[in-house]
């Protein structure tokens, strides 16, 4: 069956310390990959996606991602983070054709914490 | 400008009672979904649809109903609610040529007591 597995349920880091959340992937092919953010109380934002080409995709707010094959992997990284970077971020993936109707599996989400 | 609107933001029901989430989107994206959100499930897919008239079931659609009555509502029906529906609910627009991603909502918040 096909799913998202983020292994990590919550992650607290130092304010201006690097950053690395896990996402792992089941999936028959290579889906399209996806991280999204929820501030609290607000809705999901898309912070990058990958479908294709260079591994290492980059999102906004410095956040970087990198696709394992290998690995079945897409962790998220982010060389210093900072107290606003305090959210829950959601790993997603779909299949990698278009017209398929969108339909996202999504992990469990951590929950980071960015102490001051 | 919120491209997804949800309403209501919060809404308390009853058990046994009926309750309607709707949503509206401005992206004239074809595919439309409700996700509900809960502690240590991420979000699972409710119903979905690919345009206006069509619904989908999604991996949860027990004791739930969606109706799509143009390109940019989407409801969320709960004809009889049950404590066990107490959870966040998203809905979230797409364009399926759009390489999958969704676009969401800022969640309603449903407790039913």
């Known amino acids: 069956a096909q799913s998202v597995t983020q292994p990590d349920a919550r992650v607290t880091v130092s304010e201006g310390a690097s950053l690395q959340l896990r996402c792992k992937y089941s999936?028959?092919?290579?889906?399209?990959l996806f991280w999204y953010v929820q501030y609290q109380r607000q809705g999901l934002q898309l912070l990058l996606k990958?479908?294709?080409?260079?591994?290492v995709v980059q999102g906004v707010n410095g956040f970087e991602a990198e696709f394992s094959k290998s690995d079945s992997s897409f962790h998220l990284r982010k060389a210093s983070v900072h107290w606003s970077d305090s959210a829950v971020y959601f790993c997603?993936?779909?299949?990698?054709?278009?017209?398929?109707?969108?339909?996202?599996?999504f992990g469990t989400g951590t929950l980071l914490s960015v102490k001051p | 400008e919120a491209a997804v609107t949800q309403s209501p933001r919060n809404k308390v029901a009853v058990t046994g009672g009926k309750v309607t989430l709707s949503c509206n989107q401005t992206?004239?994206?074809?595919?439309m979904y409700w996700y509900r959100q809960d502690t240590g499930h991420g979000l699972r897919l409710i119903h979905y649809?690919?345009?206006?008239?069509?619904?989908e079931k999604g991996d949860i659609p027990d004791g739930y109903k969606a109706s799509r009555p143009s390109q940019e509502n989407f409801s969320l029906i709960l004809e009889l609610a049950t404590p066990s529906q107490t959870s966040v609910y998203f809905c979230?627009?797409?364009?399926?040529?759009?390489?999958?991603?969704?676009?969401f909502g800022a969640g309603t918040r449903l407790s039913v007591l």
């Open positions: 979230a627009s797409g364009d399926p040529w759009g390489a999958n991603t969704l676009y």
């Open positions: 999936y028959s092919g290579t889906p399209y």
């Open positions: 990958y479908y294709s080409g260079d591994p």
């Open positions: 997603a993936a779909s299949p990698n054709y278009g017209g398929s109707g969108n339909k996202l599996i």
């Open positions: 992206n004239n994206h074809n595919n």
């Open positions: 649809s690919y345009g206006a008239g069509s619904t």
